[in-house]
């Protein structure tokens, strides 16, 4: 039977319901060569995916760069990652039978991403999950990123459900820690990170084949007060390795 009052799930997008990560990060490594530049694209999105391209570009430079020339940058990443993408669309294994099971176990679902309306349609509505959500959360809907709460608080707000009884399903840090900010538990997926990268998931799977809601309802029963968000790990910074 449905939970009463019920549960909000919320999920990221990228690294979530699909696994884009290395296309990502190719995407970014020929815009880098592109600019002359030598940051390692996969150092750069483990630690900061989750936030707009923008705000990850921002952190590459040494000098400052402007709005507006970090927008076109953004672009014209954007455009290489749809290039390098547009025949691997796919959903993560198990995802709409996991999204149908969620619902009829009276979960309501939202989707909270840093993405634009624009990519979010270009998976989405290519992989037929839009019917899935209750409510979607993109970049154009919050004033903050993450790993800054708005996302999910936004999510969780047009839900109707309270910041304690939602669970968000992330792959990133600074969407773990985003989840945790909002008050909210989270789930880690391991498509970008390893398990012990996270930093308190009520626990980790590799994908929804891995998941029920049941064993999420007994998750939530066993630990009803979500952890607290860490300030070194939200930290935005391009970690040098």
């Known amino acids: 039977m449905p939970v009463s009052p019920p549960y909000g799930l919320i999920f990221d997008m990228d690294g979530v319901l699909i696994d884009n990560t290395p296309e990502q990060a190719k995407a970014f490594q020929l815009l880098f060569r592109d600019l002359g530049l030598t940051t390692n694209a996969r150092r750069l ?59 009829a176990a009276g979960f309501r679902i939202g989707l909270g991403t840093g993405s634009a309306t624009d990519t979010i349609a270009y998976i989405i509505d290519h992989l037929g999950l839009r019917r899935y959500f209750d409510v979607i959360v993109g970049k154009d809907d919050v004033r903050n990123g993450k790993p800054h709460a708005d996302t999910y608080t936004v999510t969780a707000r047009r839900l109707g459900i309270s910041p304690g009884r939602c669970v ?21 997926i391991t498509t970008t990170l390893k398990a012990a990268d996270f930093q308190a998931p009520l626990l980790t799977v590799s994908d929804f084949t891995e998941l029920t809601p049941q064993r999420i309802l007994e998750l939530l029963d066993h630990h009803p007060k979500s952890p607290k968000p860490s300030r070194e790990l939200a930290k935005r910074q391009y970690a040098q390795q």
Not at 176 to 188: F, N, S
């Open 45 to 103: 999105l483990r630690r900061l995916n989750g936030m707009p391209a923008s705000a990850i570009l921002k952190t590459v430079f040494t000098s400052p760069v402007s709005a507006k020339q970090l927008t076109e940058y953004a672009a014209q990443r954007e455009l290489l990652y749809r290039v390098l993408y547009w025949n691997k669309r796919r959903e993560v294994a198990g995802l709409s039978a996991f999204l149908q099971a969620a619902r």
């Open 168 to 188: 968000v399903v992330e792959d990133a840090i600074l969407g773990e820690q985003a989840a945790y900010r909002a008050g909210m538990h989270c789930i880690g």
